[in-house]
C-alpha cells in the first residue's frame, strides 16, 4: 500500500464505497424501493360537472368536479394506485357553525365517493371526517363560545362517518383529532353493519403551517379565526404523540398516519417501531408546493427531489405515502418499468 496516503490499513478493510461502486451493486444493496403500490392520491371536489380548477398555490394540482374525479381516479386505478383520498370544497352558503352539510347524505364527498366506487370498483377510497370544510369558521370541531367541542364532535363525525360508509368509502380517516374518536366511529360503523369499513387515524397530526395551501384549496384560509393548537399536537411533542397514536390503537385504528411528512420522520419511525401497525405519512399541500416552487425557479430538481422525499418515507418505516405527487410517480414508475 502506498504510505503517502493517510488512509491506515484498517480503513481500508473497511470501504464502504465497494458497494457503491457500480449502479449493479447499488441495486444489490438497496434497501428500500418506492412503489405504486406505496401511493395514496388525495384530490379536491367541487359542486359541478366538466370543471377542472387549477389551485394556485399548488401548481399542477385542481379541483375537480365528480365526473372528472372519475375519469381521473379511473386513470390513478390504470397506473396501480391503490387508494384515493378525497376532500371537498363545498359552496360557502352550505357551510355553517356546526358543518350540517357533513350529515347530508348526498353532500359533495358522498357523491364523489358513490360515483367513483360505481365507475371504479377496484381503488380503494380514503374519506375524511373533519368538519372543516362544512363549518363556516374554518374550524375541525363544532365551536361554541371560542371553545371546539370534544364529544359533540364526535357524535356528529360518527354520524358522518358511517352516511360515507353508506355511500361506499372502504377507509374513514377522521383527521379532527378530538378525543375517542377512533371507539366511537368503530362502534358506529359496526351498529350500522359496516364491519369491513376500516379506520385509517390521522393518528399524529401536528398543528403545522405546512397545511397552507390546502386551505387555499378548500376556501377556508379566509374563514378560519385564530388556530387549531387546542386539537392538534405541537410540533415539540414527540412523546404527546406517541400516546395519543397509543390511544388510537387501543381504541381499534386498522391504520396510523403521521401528518405532515418529511419534519415529522421521527414521529414516523417511533410510531412504526411502537406499534407495528400499517403507517403512513401525509407529504401535505406546502411540502408538495415548496418543492414545485423552488423546482419552477430552477433553484432544485423538482422531479429528483420529489422520488427522494418519498423514498425517504419508506426508510423512515412508513407502508405508503399520500402524496399530491401519486399520479406524477406512478407515471415515472410505469414508464421506468
Ligand atoms: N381536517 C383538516 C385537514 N384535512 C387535510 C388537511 C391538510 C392537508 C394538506 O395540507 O395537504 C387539513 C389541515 C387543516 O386544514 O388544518
Known sequence: MDKTHLVDEVTGHRRMRRNRKADWTRRMVQENRLTVDDLIWPIFLVPGTGIVDPIAAMPGISRMSVDKAVEAVKEAADLGI???????????????????????????????????????????????????????????????????LNDETVDQVVRAAVMQADAGSDIIAPSEM????????????????????????????????????????INTSGLLKGDKNSYYISPANGTEALRDAALDVEEGADMLMVKPGLAYLDICWRIKEAFGLPTYAYQVSGEYSQIKAAAMNGWIDGDRIMMETLLCFKRAGCDGILTYFAMDVARKLARNG
Open 82 to 148: 391503490p387508494a384515493i383520498a378525497t376532500f371537498p370544497d363545498i359552496e360557502m352558503e352550505l357551510r355553517d357553525e356546526t358543518g350540517s352539510n357533513s350529515l347530508v347524505a348526498d353532500n359533495l364527498i358522498n357523491q364523489a365517493t358513490a360515483a367513483i366506487k360505481k365507475a371504479v370498483p377496484n381503488i380503494g377510497i380514503i374519506t375524511d371526517v373533519a368538519l372543516d370544510p362544512f363549518t363556516s369558521h374554518g374550524h375541525d370541531g363544532i365551536l361554541r363560545d371560542g371553545v371546539i
Open 178 to 217: 378530538m378525543d375517542g374518536r377512533i371507539g366511537a366511529i368503530r362502534r358506529g360503523l359496526d351498529a350500522a353493519g359496516h364491519q369491513d369499513v376500516g379506520i385509517m387515524s390521522y393518528a399524529t397530526k401536528f398543528s403545522s403551517g405546512f397545511y397552507g395551501p390546502y386551505r387555499e384549496a
